[in-house]
């Protein structure tokens, strides 16, 4: 196991996100659509969240150092890819439920994270044509890929914002001009308050986005934990903190609850996220990470 992420790993043998490897396989460089080049603020010898993640859901935006980390952190907790797979899932699965059976036409994505197979705007339209969508991140990465997130269906409408989502007032002035906060908007935020450390201040943000949304709006999160299990979970977010940015934190159920406060959990309420609402007749395995969605009263 590697000491710490290195500036460039000679070949070695990269995990395949369906679980096996392709030894020797070529490292594939970041793309960057419609430029020639990355800004020149982005780190490419630190690993970072939005890279490793896509990187474990088998995306190619990523540098050796998020592959070297990533695999670290394989090593260490080897049910991490499946943890990002669940996640994404979920977030299929609630944003149809939302589009469809509960009616919502709005959705702002807080945390949105590199472009990957069946992003919000697309499960949303797909399901919902008219559906209209923000996202909201600040990673210069992801920036600097906002232009594969701006297509939409010509009824809706899909829009990018450029916000930390430690600044909730910023976010919801900036989403102003594609949804109408005077009906009802899905608030997601999956992953994401896991790099707030601060609990008091991860509800405060919560609490000041849901404050600003009317009654039938909704809150989807997830969110790891060291609960539901998961061998080597915590000295793999230890050796994260340690190599990589921004740090994390996971929450108990406790925890996680409070961020539903005044809320109504839908069915099936506070599960691991790869059993919130899963297929019939499917058994899909337990993964370390949180899911929930609730409706504002």
Known sequence: MMPGPPSGPGPRARRDPSGGSRAGAKEPDVTVPHSNRLPAHVRSDVAHNARVWNYWLGGTDHF?????????VTGMYPAIGE???????????????????????????????????DNTHEVAQHTAPDARVVYVDHDPIVLAHARA???????????????????????????????????PVAVMMLGILNFVPDTDEALSIV??????????????????????????????????????????????????????????????GIVSCSRWRSAP????AEVAQFGAVARKP
């Open 64 to 72: 050796p150092v998020d592959r070297a980390v990533g695999d670290s």
């Open 207 to 268: 609490r000041r986005l849901m404050d600003a949304v009317p009654s039938g709006s909704h809150l989807v999160l997830t969110h790891p934990t060291l609960e539901l299990g998961g061998e080597g979970n915590e000295a793999a977010m230890r050796f994260w903190n340690e190599h990589a940015t921004p740090p994390i934190t996971a929450r108990d159920r406790f925890a996680f609850a409070s961020f539903f406060d005044g809320l109504d959990l839908l069915d099936p």
């Open 281 to 284: 007749g499917t058994a899909d």
């Open 83 to 117: 943890v990002a797979r669940a996640d994404r899932r979920f977030l299929g699965r609630a944003v149809r439920h939302l589009a469809g059976d509960a009616g919502i036409g709005q959705f702002l994505d807080i945390g949105t994270g590199l472009p990957t197979a």
């Open 149 to 183: 997130l701006l297509t939409s269906t010509p009824e809706g409408a899909t829009e990018y914002v450029e916000a930390d989502a430690r600044d909730p007032e910023l976010i919801l002035r900036a989403a102003r001009p594609t949804l109408d906060l005077d009906r």
